[in-house]
């Protein structure tokens, strides 16, 4: 079955500055590459997605990038704000109706 | 408000116990999931409904049993509780044809 990993764990940057957060995933059939953001009680959001068909993809200050042949795909934050500390989770899966496998989560603080 | 709605949002029983947790969306959605998320906030599918019809088991322990009385319900029975079910368990929904999960709040699940 498919299997997502996600680094770092833990990430620390100052207000302003860029995050990444990495993940590398198993599955060459998987096709479909969500991220999502869970602040401290709450549920996963859902900030950004991209497919396989797509090698970048871009929404203000965030952006996704893929790379199907090494099965990389990675979070960049840029101008980073407080509100934007919480746990982010990568996800993979094959499809519509597939489940999705998720990676083990980093814990995003951003310091004033 | 259109959404993916869970209760209860808090649920603590005993050992043993029986227990329920509902899930309802009103976004037209055909697909309905169970995560478990546990103390380490790994997230796993446990279950998917398509149209009432289950199309994903994991290796969940068969003391749970979902049931999915018309497509925009998905509810967990889970019987004999132990200490190890303890965690949060997120419903999720989507579009038929489309690949993006929109979860609920969460029920967070205490095994005394």
């Known amino acids: 079955g498919e299997n997502v990993e996600q680094h770092p764990s833990t990430l620390s940057v100052q207000e302003g500055d860029s995050a990444v957060i990495k993940c590398t995933y198993s599955?060459?059939?998987?096709?479909?590459f969500p991220w999502y953001k869970q602040e401290l009680g709450k549920r996963p959001q859902l900030i950004i997605d991209i497919r396989s068909n797509v090698g970048e993809k871009k929404d203000q200050r965030i952006a996704v990038t893929l790379n199907k042949t090494a099965k990389h795909f990675s979070l960049h934050i840029t101008e980073t704000q407080p509100e934007d500390s919480a746990v982010y989770f990568c996800a993979a899966s094959t499809g519509t109706a597939s489940k999705l496998t998720f990676g083990t989560g980093t814990r995003l603080q951003v310091t004033l | 408000d259109t959404a993916v709605s869970q209760t209860p949002k808090y649920l603590v029983t005993q050992m043993g116990n029986d227990k329920s947790i509902k899930c309802e969306q009103n976004l037209g959605h055909d697909t309905m999931y169970w995560y478990k998320q546990d103390s380490k906030k790994f997230l796993k599918i446990m279950f998917s409904y398509n149209n009432k019809e289950l199309i994903i088991n994991e290796t969940v322990p068969n003391r749970f049993s979902p049931k999915s009385p018309d497509k925009a319900h998905l509810n967990l029975h889970i019987n004999s509780l132990e200490l190890g079910d303890s965690a949060v368990y997120f419903c999720?929904?989507?579009?038929?044809?489309?690949?993006?999960?929109?979860f609920g709040p969460g029920t967070r699940l205490t095994v005394l």
């Open positions: 999720a929904s989507s579009a038929l044809g489309t690949d993006t999960q929109y």
């Open positions: 599955d060459s059939a998987s096709n479909y």
